[in-house]
């Protein structure tokens, strides 16, 4: 009995130490968060055996994949920004060659949300641990086929929201009161009789950032490809980052 | 062995006024068996540390930090569970590249009894998981999916019964609903059962026929909703028999366990540590072979 007396003491002793965890005490049942910090030395046989995986997974993080000639900055445009530009461009070029193979049918627009460009691009070499920061999330494309109805329900949201989501493959003039002066898709008007092909994340169909006009689509079409995935493969694509800040959705 | 009623029977203190009175606990350490309950949840492939320069949790979490504690708290009771209530997979790089190998060698190495599955542990789909599957020398317990047509089935348990110190202690998992959640090519046939029947059928197992001593409930279904969706709370209210539910998905950081009434008028204790690995959540319970007879016990406060 006398070790489960000294287990029970060095308990209480641990207990105080950490009292950066709050806890309940009790005679009979005791709790505490302890938390996890530069205080307790790692495991040097843990660490050890960490080691050659997370050398791997840096190396193949950091090799680059493209150039990227000017750096890139999420708040460097009105209604349309490079890094914007180049994730919906992105999609585009990605999915639809998919979309095409599985439906024979060709994405006629992209639209994703500015809140979902999570860090910017400096300029320099582009690698895989670009993709991660600029794509942390797991999120898919997906493709909504949309009535001509929603399309345009889909400008009131953007008159509203007055923010540079990203958008490809779709024209959209403003005043400077943020209304639709002029939008077309293919290079023609929209057309409420028509469909459309209308590719975006799997977050932003389900509802995301309040993009309700994605839900319930005339039909859905799953190209089971992630977001970040698309970027990775396009930066291994492309020797540089071509894509730029242009008058795809602006106001006059 | 007839089970203990110790929750119920606890004098209590909150946090520090608990020190002071110490000496005077008129509990006799040498009458009782000490059983420690440690547990994550939600680690999400966090491997490393986060940085120093981490905006959110500067210099918190990293495995090999958690193994030391771990092996700390094993020198000082080796009657310790260590438990993890889900959502191992998905969140750094080292989960996209590995598959999730490394999470679960680290957590065999770190000798985890028991996990349950959380929505993000089918990201991989169910094949993805079951090539994983030979990398953990610990159980999948998961009582509320029926895998019956997938390649998981008898790769986990409904329920497991650990003895320590002649103390049983049974375990049961609970699973969220995953539809809506992950994508059905995900997880495939998996059933989703009620996780509010399915831990009363649990919990009568465990205490009628397996006799159990504590019964705990790893839960991946989210501490409290506005909703009426399912939770913890909601489970802990509606069920008897549970004395401690290890909880997930929501990331609630609580500094010590909720208290709730169970559907019989006990208490049952609902924590859970956040995410990330940035805490290790700790449990001592202090059972008494002696203090079955005592019914007048007072409430447990926090």
Redesign the interface.
């Given at each position: 009995?006398n070790t489960?007396?000294l287990?029970?003491y060095?308990?209480?002793t641990?207990f105080?130490l950490s009292?950066k965890?709050?806890?309940?005490?009790?005679?009979?049942?005791?709790?505490?968060?302890?938390?996890?910090?530069?205080s307790?030395?790692?495991?040097?046989?843990?660490?050890r055996?960490?080691a050659p995986?997370?050398k791997?997974?840096n190396k193949?993080?950091d090799s680059a994949l493209a150039y990227n000639p000017k750096s890139m900055l999420k708040s460097d445009g009105d209604l349309n920004t490079a890094i914007g530009n180049l994730m919906a461009d992105i999609v585009m070029e990605q999915a639809n060659p998919i979309l095409v193979k599985r439906t024979g049918k060709e994405i006629d627009m992209v639209l994703l949300n500015h809140g979902g460009i999570r860090s910017g691009l400096n300029q320099g070499n582009i690698t895989?641990r670009s993709a991660?920061a600029l794509m942390p999330f797991?999120n898919?494309i997906v493709v909504a086929e949309l009535s001509g109805e929603k399309i345009v329900e889909m400008l009131t949201y953007l008159e509203q929201a007055k923010t540079a989501h990203p958008v490809s493959g779709v024209r959209i003039e403003m005043d400077q009161n943020y209304k639709v002066t002029r939008a077309t898709i293919n290079g023609k008007k929209i057309d409420k009789e028509k469909t459309y092909f209308v590719a975006t994340s799997d977050y932003l169909q389900q509802g995301g950032d309040n993009m309700n006009f994605f839900k319930d689509p005339i039909a859905l079409h799953?190209v089971?490809y992630k977001l970040r995935n698309a970027i990775i493969d396009y930066f291994k694509k492309v020797d540089t980052l071509k894509v730029e800040k242009d008058d795809r959705f602006i106001r006059k | 062995m007839k089970r203990r009623n110790f929750i119920q029977q606890t004098s209590a203190a909150t946090a520090f006024i608990g020190f002071g009175g110490l000496s005077s606990l008129s509990f006799k350490p040498s009458n009782k068996k000490h059983i420690t309950i440690l547990h994550t949840n939600d680690v999400h492939s966090h491997i490393e540390p986060f940085g120093p320069e981490d905006s959110r949790n500067p210099n918190l979490g990293g495995v090999a930090r958690r193994a030391t504690l771990i092996q700390r708290i094993r020198n000082e009771n080796p009657n310790t569970l260590l438990l993890d209530a889900g959502d191992i997979f998905q969140g750094t790089p080292y989960f996209n590249f590995y598959g999730g190998e490394l999470e679960f060698k680290l957590m065999s190495k770190m000798k985890y009894d028991a996990a349950t599955l959380g929505n993000h542990d089918f990201d991989n789909g169910i094949a993805g998981l079951y090539a994983q599957l030979p990398h953990a020398e610990f159980n999948f317990i998961s009582s509320n999916y029926d895998f019956k047509n997938t390649l998981l089935d008898g790769h986990t348990q409904k329920y497991k019964v650990f003895t320590k110190d002649g103390v049983k202690i049974g375990v049961f998992g609970l699973g969220i609903e995953l539809q809506g959640l992950v994508n059905k090519s995900l997880y495939k046939e998996t059933k989703y059962l009620d996780p509010i029947e399915t831990a009363q059928e649990m919990s009568s197992i465990l205490k009628k026929e397996k006799n159990c001593d504590l019964i705990i409930c790893l839960s991946h279904l989210g501490y409290e909703y506005s909703s009426d969706k399912v939770s913890d709370i909601k489970l802990a209210q509606a069920t008897a028999d549970i004395d401690l539910i290890i909880g997930g998905h929501t990331h609630t950081f609580l500094d010590k366990p909720r208290v709730e009434i169970n559907k019989s008028g006990k208490k049952v204790l609902v924590n859970q540590v956040g995410c990330y690995g940035l805490y290790l959540g700790r449990i001592d319970f202090y059972l008494d072979d002696n203090n079955e007879n005592q019914t007048t016990g007072v409430s447990l406060e926090v």
């Open positions: 009995m489960f007396r287990s029970f060095l308990t209480i641990l105080v009292c965890g709050n806890s309940i005490e009790t005679a009979q049942i005791k709790a505490e968060r302890i938390p996890i910090d530069k307790i030395n790692g495991d040097p046989e843990i660490e055996f960490i995986y997370k791997h997974l193949t993080l895989t991660y797991e898919e799953q089971d | -």
